[in-house]
């Protein structure tokens, strides 16, 4: 089993929906969860933390963590076409500051 | 603006020689950074872990005499591609966490070796 599972897509979402991205995890001591978002040929670019349970908002986007069912979920709401690229789920892992990725799901906005 | 800057960007170079790559946190000091390899249409590997001061840990599979890791000051790592083949070609990306938190990452280095 992967440490980190994500659907690698590709998404397509119509311009102004929600585009829901999941992720789950292995490592049930795991503290701090990422979504990174990368363009074609980018780094990733950091979009949004959460550390515990529940949903942490930050304008268009919403991450939700359940620490139980070791998921975690991105949403974007009123998708916009610049949107588009891979997203990237990241976890450290228990006792370290190491990073283990996702394999990225690629989300299309289509205008 | 970034805090963490890599370079170079791109590099193109002959089978055989060697490439070195910069990573520098720019507005705090890491202890700790770290060296991934993208290849195309792939996530993020990690390839090793680059510690101020002392050796750097390599995850399983990465050959630590190819691909050598400095880590001279808490604001510079270095990661030095030995004797590079066209299969080292890749995405290099640094990373460090600022505020022990959250991961920064490098622009990036597109290696080309012909």
């Known amino acids: 089993q992967k440490e980190v599972e994500q659907n690698s897509g590709p998404l397509s979402v119509p311009e102004g929906a929600i585009a829901s991205l999941n992720c789950t995890y292995s490592?049930?001591?795991?503290?701090?969860f990422f979504w990174y978002r990368q363009y074609s040929g980018k780094s990733p670019e950091l979009i949004m933390s959460?550390?515990?349970?529940g949903d942490k908002e930050d304008g268009r986007f919403t991450a939700q963590l359940n620490k139980a069912s070791q998921y975690v979920s991105l949403l974007i709401r009123d998708s916009q076409p610049s949107d588009s690229a891979t997203y990237l789920c990241?976890?450290?892992?228990?006792?370290?500051?190491?990073?283990?990725f996702g394999q990225g799901t690629r989300l299309t906005i289509n205008p | 603006g970034a805090v963490v800057s890599q370079h170079p960007s791109r590099v193109i170079c002959k089978s055989g020689t060697s490439v070195k790559i910069e990573c520098r946190s720019l507005d705090f000091q890491a202890t700790t950074m770290f060296w991934y390899r993208q290849f195309p249409k792939q996530s993020l590997m990690l390839m090793a872990t680059?510690?101020?001061?002392?050796?750097?840990?390599?995850e399983q599979g990465v050959e630590k005499d190819k691909f050598l890791i400095n880590h001279a000051s808490l604001t510079l790592s270095t990661l030095t591609v030995t004797s590079a083949h066209p299969e080292d070609s890749s995405f290099y990306i640094c990373?460090?966490?600022?505020?022990?938190?959250?991961?920064?990452f490098g622009q990036g280095t597109r290696l080309t070796v012909v």
């Open positions: 990373s460090a966490f600022r505020q022990g938190a959250e991961a920064f």
């Open positions: 990241a976890v450290t892992i228990q006792g370290a500051q190491k990073l283990v």
């Open positions: 680059s510690n101020e001061g002392s050796k750097a840990t390599y």
């Open positions: 959460i550390y515990s349970n």
């Open positions: 490592d049930r001591g795991s503290q701090s």
